[in-house]
């Protein structure tokens, strides 16, 4: 699942995200990455360059990866939602 250009997360999209799933924030979905949120997976990235250009820090628990990362990690989900 991608979030982007969303700046809150309701109950109903985080219903929707299992433990086998990674979450990746990217765009306005890194702000995200600000608030106290448990998530349902520990699979969690967020585009380094997003995060850089809103000079925001990132969560240990969240892996910052580069735009080729992105997208092979799309490559290999075998379902990819944008939200």
Request: glycine share 2%.
């Amino acid at each position: 699942m991608i979030l982007y250009q969303c700046t809150t997360t309701s109950p109903h999209l985080l219903a929707l995200i299992t433990a086998d799933d990674a979450l990746l924030f990217r765009q306005d979905g890194v702000y995200q990455l600000l608030l106290e949120q448990t998530w349902p997976t520990t699979q969690l990235y967020a585009l380094a360059q997003d995060v850089q250009d809103r000079q925001l820090s990132c969560p240990a628990s969240v892996r910052l990866i580069s735009d080729i990362e992105w997208v092979e990690l799309c490559l290999q989900a075998q379902q990819v939602l944008l939200c």
